[in-house]
């Protein structure tokens, strides 16, 4: 025998609100059979999935297991219905798309008009988070898509091509760099280099392509690194250090609202990959392949 859909619910909602009485609610049925619910499914598994102390509902080794599998099930059975939903209509209904936030200000203002006049019948859910925690909610089927940039670990994941983004030095206007056409890697390593924070795939792109250490303050400590863009360019404009901005932040205005000027960077290919990826085997891969190639037109 194996578990039900039904019983995998009640195991998720279960471990979601910590008490039998709540997740009954829920789910929309008396307490009684949510508890019979997960009984059996102990029984099907042959373990205890929870606990039950005075505190609540504590979910067993047995029990996070069987959340863990749970979840991608119901997230593929919510799938499931979606594409029976949607034969022969792509981008239609619920898509759940993660957004990196030096792509999201700058792309989405121009593509989610067009997204709606292109398909109407799209009920679009957006994320925006930093890249690995985005690529573990798409591998988890917590998303269906995410737009992303490369370099970064895709194991177990496909994507479509969107863009190529050039990476570009920021510097504040009056900064003798300013007065060249172009800032080699080299001249920007000797300044006070001013980066996102760790975790921002941005940050690694840029001292990746210029093939350059994290700056420190002098000693072993990391220097100041800011939270977005918008705030690193306000740094930079104050006369704290120079950075890197992708082209596509530049050209959406951001530079403009701060003394900063922006010059091409003499390095190999200082740029990154815009793409839009889903979990290896997904049935969106038709949708994300066909948003991918919106997305080029906005």
């Given at each position: 025998?194996?578990?039900?859909?039904?019983?995998?619910?009640?195991?998720?909602?279960?471990?979601?609100?910590?008490?039998?009485?709540?997740?009954?609610?829920?789910?929309?049925?008396?307490?009684?059979?949510?508890?019979?619910?997960?009984?059996?499914?102990?029984?099907?598994?042959?373990?205890?999935?929870?606990?039950?102390?005075?505190?609540?509902?504590?979910?067993?080794?047995?029990?996070?297991?069987?959340?863990?599998?749970?979840?991608?099930?119901?997230?593929?059975?919510?799938?499931?219905?979606?594409?029976?939903?949607?034969?022969?209509?792509?981008?239609?209904?619920?898509?759940?798309?993660?957004?990196?936030?030096?792509?999201?200000?700058?792309?989405?203002?121009?593509?989610?008009?067009?997204?709606?006049?292109?398909?109407?019948?799209?009920?679009?859910?957006?994320?925006?988070?930093?890249?690995?925690?985005?690529?573990?909610?798409?591998?988890?089927?917590?998303l269906d898509a995410a737009l992303i940039a490369l370099p970064f670990d895709?194991?177990?994941?496909?994507?479509?091509?969107?863009?190529?983004?050039?990476?570009?030095?920021?510097?504040?206007?009056?900064?003798?760099?300013?007065?060249?056409?172009?800032?080699?890697?080299?001249?920007?390593?000797?300044?006070n280099l001013i980066l996102l924070e760790d975790g921002h795939c941005l940050?690694?792109?840029?001292?990746?392509?210029?093939?350059?250490?994290?700056?420190?303050?002098?000693?072993?400590?990391?220097?100041?690194?800011?939270?977005?863009?918008?705030?690193?360019?306000?740094?930079?404009?104050?006369?704290?250090?120079?950075?890197?901005?992708?082209?596509?932040?530049?050209?959406?205005?951001?530079?403009?609202?701060?003394?900063?000027?922006?010059?091409?960077?003499?390095?190999?290919?200082?740029?990154?990959?815009?793409?839009?990826?889903?979990?290896?085997?997904?049935?969106?891969?038709?949708?994300?392949?066909?948003?991918?190639?919106?997305?080029?037109?906005?």
């Amino acid at each position: 025998m194996l578990p039900t859909i039904r019983q995998l619910q009640y195991l998720k909602l279960l471990a979601e609100h910590g008490a039998f009485g709540r997740a009954a609610e829920a789910a929309h049925v008396t307490q009684p059979t949510l508890s019979a619910g997960i009984q059996e499914l102990e029984r099907t598994l042959g373990a205890p999935v929870v606990d039950r102390a005075r505190s609540g509902v504590i979910l067993t080794p047995v029990g996070e297991e069987a959340l863990r599998r749970a979840t991608v099930i119901l997230n593929e059975a919510e799938e499931l219905v979606e594409a029976a939903k949607n034969a022969g209509q792509p981008l239609t209904g619920r898509f759940r798309l993660g957004v990196i936030p030096t792509i999201a200000p700058f792309l989405l203002p121009r593509a989610l008009p067009l997204l709606r006049e292109r398909f109407p019948k799209l009920k679009l859910f957006l994320r925006e988070d930093l890249t690995q925690r985005l690529i573990a909610q798409l591998k988890a089927g917590r998303l269906d898509a995410a737009l992303i940039a490369l370099p970064f670990d895709m194991s177990g994941l496909e994507w479509a091509h969107v863009a190529d983004d050039e990476l570009l030095a920021a510097l504040p206007a009056n900064h003798p760099l300013a007065a060249l056409k172009a800032a080699s890697p080299e001249a920007l390593a000797e300044e006070n280099l001013i980066l996102l924070e760790d975790g921002h795939c941005l940050r690694e792109h840029a001292l990746s392509a210029c093939r350059l250490s994290p700056p420190r303050d002098g000693g072993n400590e990391e220097a100041f690194a800011a939270t977005s863009l918008p705030t690193l360019v306000q740094m930079v404009g104050s006369g704290l250090g120079v950075t890197f901005i992708p082209r596509m932040a530049v050209a959406a205005g951001l530079t403009e609202a701060a003394p900063v000027a922006v010059r091409p960077i003499t390095a190999d290919h200082p740029e990154r990959e815009i793409v839009v990826a889903w979990r290896a085997g997904s049935n969106r891969r038709a949708e994300g392949r066909l948003l991918a190639d919106m997305l080029k037109e906005a």
